[in-house]
């Protein structure tokens, strides 16, 4: 079996690759850093001599590298897509970069919709597969301080969602799942220019771990965490103005 991994290099993307080896999937790592990719792959023969490594550095805020991602691969038969790639941007949405959020909405978004649609085409085909896409807890509100990011999860999720159910009304045996984390302990901080989370975080292997477990399981919406569940809970039951404030408050915290 061969399971495609974007976002691969680092965070829950690089523990999905580890997770899925020690599994003895074989793997197709796809990022923007070589030299990481190369890291890992060299990890994961060490540990993993059975597993077959291929890497791909792909910019996938492009439409052209996305769809030529998939030409490259299509003919290997993937069984997994995790479409896990993404980032996140801190700010007040005035004053936040146009070019960043664009940049992300590629990313997050259309980069997803792009391999999800492909992809779903040949397991459809196949009426087999497993199809994860990494959403946020962020997926089910709307996020001031992170207002486009949040926006970009929203997307995922539903769309995801919907996907689902689709399938589900055919009888296929195709398989999608929203991966919904809440703060994780990763290079996100970093990137997306905050300090620290508002909340505590788990580690980026639990819910690699976890993700995989449920997604097997054939879980749609997959929430790591007690802490995250009861966020993604209370959000259904909130009044809007509440909520909003309270989003917020909680990203003051980061900076």
């Given at each position: 079996m061969?399971?495609?991994?974007t976002?691969?290099?680092?965070?829950?993307?690089?523990?999905?690759?580890?997770?899925?080896?020690?599994?003895g999937?074989?793997?197709?790592?796809?990022?923007?850093?070589?030299e990481?990719l190369?890291?890992?792959?060299?990890?994961?023969?060490?540990?993993?001599?059975?597993?077959?490594?291929k890497?791909?550095t792909?910019?996938?805020?492009?439409?052209?590298?996305?769809?030529?991602?998939?030409?490259?691969?299509?003919?290997?038969?993937?069984?997994?897509?995790f479409?896990?790639?993404?980032?996140?941007?801190?700010?007040?949405f005035i004053?936040?970069?146009?070019?960043?959020?664009?940049?992300?909405?590629?990313?997050?978004?259309?980069?997803?919709?792009i391999?999800?649609?492909?992809?779903?085409a040949?397991?459809?085909?196949?009426d087999?597969?497993?199809?994860?896409?990494?959403?946020s807890?962020?997926?089910?509100?709307a996020?001031?301080?992170?207002?486009?990011?949040y926006?970009?999860?929203?997307?995922v999720?539903?769309l995801?969602?919907?996907i689902?159910?689709?399938?589900r009304?055919k009888?296929?045996?195709v398989?999608?799942?929203a991966?919904?984390?809440?703060?994780?302990?990763?290079?996100?901080?970093t990137?997306?220019?905050?300090k620290k989370f508002?909340?505590?975080?788990?580690?980026?292997?639990?819910?690699?771990?976890?993700a995989?477990?449920?997604?097997?399981?054939?879980?749609?919406?997959?929430?790591?965490?007690?802490?995250?569940?009861?966020?993604?809970?209370?959000?259904?039951?909130?009044?809007?103005?509440?909520?909003?404030r309270?989003v917020?408050?909680?990203?003051?915290?980061k900076?």
């Amino acid at each position: 079996m061969i399971a495609l991994i974007t976002g691969a290099s680092s965070g829950i993307g690089r523990e999905l690759a580890k997770n899925m080896a020690s599994r003895g999937v074989n793997l197709i790592l796809v990022a923007r850093r070589t030299e990481r990719l190369l890291q890992l792959k060299q990890e994961i023969q060490y540990n993993c001599s059975n597993v077959k490594v291929k890497t791909i550095t792909a910019d996938l805020s492009r439409e052209d590298r996305c769809r030529e991602l998939y030409e490259k691969v299509k003919d290997y038969n993937i069984d997994f897509l995790f479409n896990n790639a993404g980032f996140g941007l801190y700010g007040d949405f005035i004053h936040t970069s146009l070019d960043d959020e664009l940049n992300m909405i590629n990313v997050n978004i259309k980069a997803v919709h792009i391999l999800t649609k492909l992809f779903l085409a040949d397991f459809a085909r196949r009426d087999f597969g497993y199809i994860m896409n990494t959403a946020s807890v962020a997926g089910f509100m709307a996020g001031p301080l992170f207002a486009t990011y949040y926006a970009t999860k929203n997307y995922v999720l539903q769309l995801t969602k919907a996907i689902y159910e689709e399938l589900r009304s055919k009888g296929s045996k195709v398989v999608i799942s929203a991966l919904c984390p809440g703060p994780v302990d990763t290079e996100f901080n970093t990137v997306a220019g905050i300090k620290k989370f508002g909340m505590p975080t788990v580690s980026d292997a639990y819910v690699a771990d976890y993700a995989v477990e449920r997604m097997l399981c054939g879980d749609l919406v997959i929430i790591p965490g007690v802490t995250t569940k009861a966020a993604a809970a209370s959000s259904r039951f909130a009044p809007t103005k509440l909520l909003l404030r309270t989003v917020r408050t909680i990203q003051e915290q980061k900076n």
